[in-house]
């Protein structure tokens, strides 16, 4: 009995963790034990996270599993897009300059910036007074 190869991929954005397994197949997408399209019912977040697999063509090649936690639906979706990119550098290395030239293996760094102690937020400031 000869195993399926499976690649695993993690992407982060934001707080969200998204932890990508992908086995030979035919596109099926499992997102925290629940169908693609009723983990993410807006399309545009859909469309969002297969750019990777847009941009290399490989859209109906593999089964995706995938993990994921933390942050909002936004954050979670940017976190599988970048563990799909991944996945597929891992499977196949001459992918890496499509997919870096698209931009599709840079970590999202923008995080939500620290309140600071006395004052209401990040940037906020309480009213200044002269007098």
Known sequence: MV????YWATGRRKSAVASVKAVPGNG???????????YFPVETLRGYLMQ????TGLEDQYDFTINVKGGGKSGQAGAIRLG???MLEKVDPDLRNILKESGLLTRDARVK????????????????SKR
């Open 52 to 55: 990777p697999l847009a941009i």
């Open 3 to 6: 195993a399926k190869k499976e």
């Open 84 to 86: 799909i990119a991944r």
């Open 113 to 128: 910036e620290r309140k600071k102690s006395g004052q209401p937020g990040a940037r906020k400031r309480f009213q200044f």
């Open 28 to 38: 099926h997408f499992k997102v925290n034990k629940s169908d693609i399209s009723e």
